[in-house]
C-alpha cells in the first residue's frame, strides 16, 4: 500500500520524471529482499538514471546553475572586495517594490520604503506585512522573527535620511520620463558610492541613464526581478557598455546572492533576454489562435511538455494589460520578426486582464483557480473575423510544442550572436527559473540540442516558415552555423 502510493504521488507531481520512480522502485526490492539486494537494485537503476535524457538535462542544469556568477570581465578579488549591502532603499511599494523589500528584509537588511504620498505608503506597508504574514502561515516563519523583520523597515514619504544607503532600487511605474526624474532626484540625496539600480523589464538602460549625470553613470545598473520579485529564483542583472562599471556590477552580485537569488548577466537591449525570446512564445501562441488551434488546447498541450502552465494561463497570472505593453514594446523593437494580431488588444478592450479582473482567457469567479469560459469562443471567432478569416490550420501537439518554443530558441541564438547573453547555459538558467521552462530537459538550448540536435532544428524552422509563410520561424545566421557544425 506505501509504495503504491508512492507512486501514485511521484506520477501526479512529476508525470515526466523516470528516476523518482526507480528509487522506490530500489527500495522496495530492499525491502522485500534484504539489504544487499537492495544496494545492487539501486546500483541499477543508477545506470537506468544516467542513460536517460532526464540525467543529461538535470546534469546539465547542475553546472550552469554554478557557472552563472562567473563573468569574464569580473575577477574573484573583485567580488570579494565587494561591500554586501546592509542599507537599502526601495521607491515604490507596488507588487514588485513591495515584493523586492520582503526578500531584502528576509536576508537581513535595513530596509526603507520612499512612497509618493501616506495613502501608498500604508497600502504598501499592509501589502509587506501580509507578505511576511504568508511565511508564518506556512510554517517558514515564527512571530518572533516576523517582528525582528518588521524591526528592521521603515516607510517615509520623503528623501530623509538617503545619505546612508548602499543601494537604492527605483521599483516605479514603466515610463521613461518618470524614472530618469527619479534617478536625477537620488543624485542629489544619496552618496557618491551609493549604487543606483532600476527595476524594468523592459527600458533600455541608456534612456534610463540620461537623466544622470555623466560621473553619475557608472552606478546605474538594471536588475529585472520576476514576480513575485519575493519568490521568484532569477534576477536579470542588465549592463550597459560605457555606463555600468565593473565596481557597481560587482557590488549587484553580491546583492543577488545576500537576496538568494540566481544572477543572469545580460546587456542592455529591448526586452534584455528572458522577456525578449519569450515574446515569440506568446507572438507564435496568438498566430495559431487566430488559425484555429484553440488556447486551452494550446495550454493542456504545454503543460503536458513540462511547463507549470501552457501561455495563456501564464498572461491571466502575469496580467494581460502588463504583458501586452511589454509585446508592444517587442514588436516594435523586432521589425517584421514577430508577428502582429488582433488577440491581445481585443482582450485589453474588453478589460479581461486575468486573475486581477476575475476574467482573461479562463475564468476566475470561483478564486485562483482557472475555469474555462465559455464566452471565449465567440470572442476569437470575431478576432478572426478582423484578420480576415485566416484558413484554418491542422498541428499535431508536437507540432504545436515547436511552433511555440523553436522562434524562442532562434531569438535565444540571436542574443548570442549580439553578446548580449554571455552563454547558453545562461539562457537555458533564466528560461528555468524565470519562465519555469521543464528543468529535466535542461533549459531551451539545451532541449533542442538533446531532443533534436542543430541540424533538424533548422530544418523545422524552415519547415514552419514554409507552412506558416512568417519570419517569426526563420532562423537566424548564427542558428544556421550551429547547424552547419552539427
Known amino acids: 500500500f506505501i509504495f503504491k502510493g ?21 527500495v522496495e526490492v530492499g525491502y522485500k529482499k534484504g539489504g544487499l539486494k537492495g544496494i545492487e537494485a539501486e546500483k541499477e537503476a543508477f545506470v537506468k538514471s544516467l542513460q536517460h535524457p532526464n540525467a543529461q538535462g538535470l546534469i546539465h542544469v547542475f553546472f550552469s546553475m554554478r557557472k552563472t556568477s562567473n563573468i569574464p570581465w569580473i575577477s574573484k578579488k573583485q567580488l570579494k572586495s565587494a561591500p554586501k549591502i546592509r542599507n537599502l532603499a526601495v521607491l515604490g511599494g507596488g507588487t514588485m517594490g513591495s515584493g523586492i523589500i520582503v526578500a531584502a528584509l528576509r536576508a537581513g537588511m535595513n530596509v526603507t520604503l520612499k512612497e509618493i504620498n501616506d495613502k501608498y505608503k500604508d497600502m504598501a506597508v499592509k501589502r509587506i ?33 538617503f545619505k546612508k544607503f548602499d543601494m537604492v532600487v ?15 532626484e537620488l543624485e542629489s540625496v544619496c552618496s557618491d558610492d551609493c549604487v543606483f539600480a532600476t527595476n524594468t523589464s523592459t527600458i533600455e538602460l541608456p534612456l534610463i541613464a540620461n537623466g544622470l549625470n555623466q560621473s553619475s ?95 495563456f494561463q501564464m498572461m491571466d497570472l502575469a496580467g494581460i494589460d502588463i504583458g501586452s505593453h511589454a509585446g508592444v514594446i517587442m ?39 482557472p475555469e474555462k469560459d465559455s464566452s471565449l469562443d465567440a470572442i476569437i471567432k470575431g478576432v478572426r473575423k478582423s484578420e480576415g478569416n485566416p ?38 538558467m533564466g528560461s528555468i527559473l524565470g519562465m519555469g521552462f521543464p528543468p529535466f530537459r535542461g533549459g531551451i538550448m539545451k532541449w533542442v540540442e538533446i531532443d533534436f540536435g542543430w541540424k533538424k532544428t533548422e530544418q523545422l524552422l524552415n519547415n514552419l516558415t514554409a507552412k506558416f509563410g512568417s519570419n517569426m520561424w526563420k532562423p537566424c545566421q548564427y542558428l544556421k552555423n550551429l547547424a552547419s557544425q552539427d
Open 331 to 369: 514588436q516594435k523593437a523586432m521589425n517584421d520578426r514577430l508577428d502582429v494580431n488582433a488577440l491581445f488588444p481585443k482582450m485589453l478592450e474588453l478589460k479581461r486582464f486575468g486573475q486581477k479582473t476575475k476574467i482573461g482567457f479562463y475564468s476566475y469567479a470561483n478564486g485562483r483557480k
Open 391 to 428: 484558413k484554418n490550420i491542422t498541428v499535431s501537439d508536437a507540432e504545436i510544442v515547436q511552433c511555440l518554443l523553436l522562434p524562442v530558441v532562434n531569438e535565444c541564438c540571436r542574443c548570442l550572436d549580439e553578446g548580449v547573453a554571455i552563454r547558453a547555459s545562461d539562457i537555458d
Open 170 to 184: 527605483e521599483a516605479v511605474l514603466e515610463i521613461v520620463d518618470l524614472k530618469k526624474k527619479v534617478f536625477g
Open 6 to 26: 508512492a507512486r501514485q504521488q511521484i506520477r501526479k507531481k512529476s508525470p515526466l520524471l523516470v528516476h523518482p520512480l526507480y528509487c522506490v522502485d530500489a
Open 217 to 311: 553613470q557608472s552606478r546605474l545598473i538594471g536588475l529585472h526581478f520576476f514576480s513575485p520579485a519575493h519568490i521568484m529564483p532569477l534576477l536579470e542583472i542588465i549592463t550597459a557598455d560605457g555606463i555600468t562599471s565593473n565596481s557597481t556590477l560587482a557590488s549587484s552580485l553580491v546583492f543577488t546572492k545576500q537576496i538568494r537569488k540566481t544572477p543572469m548577466v545580460v546587456k542592455s537591449c529591448p526586452g534584455f533576454v528572458i522577456n525578449r525570446v519569450f515574446a515569440f512564445y506568446g507572438g507564435a501562441a496568438a498566430y495559431l489562435v487566430t488559425r484555429g488551434v484553440h488556447p486551452y488546447r494550446i495550454d493542456k498541450v504545454l503543460k503536458a511538455f513540462g511547463m507549470p502552465m501552457g501561455p
Open 129 to 161: 506585512e501580509g507578505m511576511l504574514q504568508g511565511y508564518i502561515k506556512k510554517k517558514r516563519m515564527t512571530e518572533e522573527k516576523y517582528n525582528q523583520l518588521l524591526s528592521k523597515f521603515t516607510a517615509q514619504t520623503d528623501y530623509s535620511g
